[in-house]
T-cell receptor, first 116, second 112 residues
């Protein structure tokens, strides 16, 4: 099993450009998440999807959109990138149907995004 | 306001000693708390989960305590090794199904 995979690993954008970060998991997890991690700020939740077909805003959703394409895939889109969106982006997944709601989250390797 | 606080200064200890990391929170009533390890350039990795009705949890050289009165969790690594050097994050549930709020993490450096 590959776990949680993310593409691309690195990306440089110019202000105003758009891009989509891809995430996929092969653990049959119901829930998926997008975080950003900035120095001194810790991990902050951007959007999450509790189950296939649903998405909800997290702590810092402005400037982002998401799509839960199917149970495996959860993408994050930046429509018009800004320098403030320079960060490391992590996708995570958790929760197998029928088990405890206290499941741990499994993280991908991250995407390092720089917006010039 | 809601806050999760971890010591932002790195913790330096010698190999073989016990490392103790602290996680304090305010204005949350978590049903559980989790600890993760993060190595440079990688995603966090889950270590331990402790529920609100559990005082202590152990896994090999790791021990976590959870005091809901003090609103504090302590994370201990006994017989620490240089390979334990990493950043350790605490996370607690945000009242939503499997939504977590993370602390900023404490960097642990174990010297030989």
């Amino acid at each position: 099993n590959a776990g949680v995979t993310q593409t691309p690993k690195f990306q440089v954008l110019k202000t105003g450009q758009s891009m989509t970060l891809q995430c996929a998991q092969d653990m049959n997890h119901n829930s998926m998440y997008w975080y950003r991690q900035d120095p001194g700020m810790g991990l902050r939740l951007i959007y999450y999807s509790a189950s296939e077909g649903t998405t909800d805003k997290g702590e810092v959703p402005n400037g982002y959109n998401v799509s839960r394409l199917n149970k495996r895939e959860f993408s994050l889109r930046l429509e018009s990138a800004a320098p403030s969106q320079t960060s490391v982006y992590f996708c995570a997944s958790s929760g197998v149907a029928g088990l405890s709601s206290y499941n741990e989250q499994f993280f991908g390797p991250g995407t390092r995004l720089t917006v010039l | 306001s809601q806050k999760i606080e971890q010591n932002s200064e790195a913790l330096n200890i010698q190999e073989g000693k016990t490392a103790t990391l602290t996680c304090n929170y305010t204005n949350y009533s978590p049903a559980y708390l989790q600890w993760y390890r993060q190595d440079p350039g990688r995603g966090p990795v889950f270590l331990l989960l402790i529920r609100e009705n559990e005082k202590e949890k152990r896994k090999e050289r790791l021990k976590v305590t959870f005091d809901t009165t003090l609103k504090q969790s302590l994370f201990h690594i006994t017989a620490s090794q240089p390979a334990d050097s990493a950043t350790y994050l605490c996370a607690l549930d945000d009242g939503g199904f499997q939504k977590l709020v993370f602390g900023t993490g404490t960097r642990l450096l174990v010297s030989p």
